[in-house]
């Protein structure tokens, strides 16, 4: 069984730039989160879905940031008109919820966001 | 909304010596998890040991164990026998009613075993 991967894993764009990054969950876990982490701090929550449906938003998550995921497998986090503060790690967890109890968040190895 | 607190920055241990590392919580929650994530320099976050609220047993995972402090909100790792392999930065995290939510995360800190 292959693990949270995320694409790209480095990305540098100039301000005001539009980008996009992929996240492949563990297949068959249902539940989605992504995570933002700067530099020496523990990572931040932004948003999370439950199969296709996105449950609960981050005050994070500003107007320029989107995430959707479409098919309940993989999402795509877009960050409209980027900004350096937009700079960080952006890591993705997913999970098994189902039954009694819940399964642990597994991380991708995350997306590395310069902006210029 | 709950806070995690790790109050050191940065700590060293000689290796096959024995570290505590602290974190400390605030929540109204009844139920909830708590964890100990292990990130290593440019690698991805993996889970170290898991603690749930209503337990009253101390997780352990081989040379990994905690000490939950319910009434304290107080969730230390203890690391044993410790290994070069284990420098990383630890994060502490918290998860209400373990219903598949959010990770709220502590800073960090960032252990060097020394050989």
């Known amino acids: 069984d292959t693990g949270v991967s995320q694409d790209p894993r480095h990305k540098i764009t100039k301000r005001g730039q539009n980008v996009t990054f992929r996240c492949d969950p563990i297949?068959?876990?249902?539940?989605l989160y992504w995570y933002r982490q700067t530099l020496g701090q523990g990572p931040e929550f932004l948003t999370y879905f439950q199969n296709e449906a996105q449950l609960e938003k981050s005050r994070l998550l500003s107007d320029r940031f989107s995430a959707e995921r479409p098919k309940g497998s993989f999402s795509t986090l877009e960050i409209q008109r980027t900004e350096q503060g937009d700079s960080a790690m952006y890591l993705c967890a997913s999970s098994f919820l189902g039954g009694v109890s819940t399964d642990t968040q597994y991380f991708g190895p995350g997306t590395r966001l310069t902006v210029l | 909304a709950q806070t995690v607190t790790q109050s050191q920055p940065e700590m060293s241990v000689q290796e096959a010596e024995t570290v505590t590392l602290s974190c400390t919580y605030d929540?109204?929650?009844?139920?909830?998890?708590l964890f100990w994530y292990k990130q290593p320099p440019s690698r991805q976050m993996i889970l170290v040991i898991r603690q749930e609220a209503y337990k009253q047993q101390n997780a352990t995972e081989n040379r990994f164990s905690v000490n939950f402090q319910k009434a304290a909100k107080s969730f230390s790792l203890k690391i044993s026998d410790s290994q070069l392999g284990d420098t990383a930065m630890y994060f502490c995290a918290f998860e209400r009613n373990n219903a598949g939510n959010m990770l709220t995360f502590g800073g960090g800190t960032r252990l060097m075993v020394k050989p």
């Open positions: 297949s068959e876990h249902n539940r």
């Open positions: 929540t109204s929650e009844n139920n909830y998890y």
